[in-house]
């Protein structure tokens, strides 16, 4: 991912599949090789908190590379320290058959707000589930730097991501627009709950 992301829009179209929810082989590579997470930063860690601000029940999702644990560990103390509530930490595979179960338990709990800190390529197939199967809402959702790839939106769809925000490694928070990755926070709020636990 880029450090610093700049306004983009992915070459090919982000069309989303008619048959199966999930991406086929094909559009998951198209993009080439996606990221792995890396060691999120303190900075990174205190806007993800920012940009939870009305929320007070939270469900953490993420993948099971290290720097994703780390990031959702780290995240789930901080929140808890400001009174906060997490409902539920949900992990995925990169490859699965159809990532049914962790969107159905990851939207479960009804929380106010979800937070991810996973490796893109699981991300897009688990999202593109969520969006198919689940009440999931990207506007109520907060994510670590490693899903800040304006590559995402196509494969993933590009109603899929619209309103996800995050931040980068420095703290710079982002958004997904459509199919493009966009500075600063989204304009609307991203919980509904009355704002203690926020930062």
Known sequence: MSTSPRLRNP?????EST????????????YGELSAPAPHTEAELATVLRLLSGAETVTV????????RTAAEAFATAWQARGGTV??????PETA??????????????????VLA???????QLARRLHHSTPWDPTRTVAFAS??????????????????????????PWHFQGPWLREGAPSRGTGRGNGRAGG
């Open 11 to 15: 070459s090919l179209s982000g069309r």
């Open 87 to 92: 409902l539920a930490t949900v992990d995925w």
């Open 61 to 68: 999702g993420r993948g099971r590379d290290g720097a994703s």
């Open 147 to 172: 899903l800040g790839d304006s590559r995402l939106p196509a494969p993933a769809g590009p109603r899929t991501l619209n309103g996800l925000s995050g931040a980068t490694s420095e703290g710079h």
């Open 118 to 124: 996973a490796a893109p390529r699981g991300f897009i």
């Open 19 to 30: 048959g199966s929810p999930l991406a086929a082989p094909e559009e998951l590579t198209a």
């Open 97 to 114: 058959a159809s990532w049914l179960r962790p969107a159905r338990r990851l939207t479960a709990p009804s929380p106010d707000a979800w």
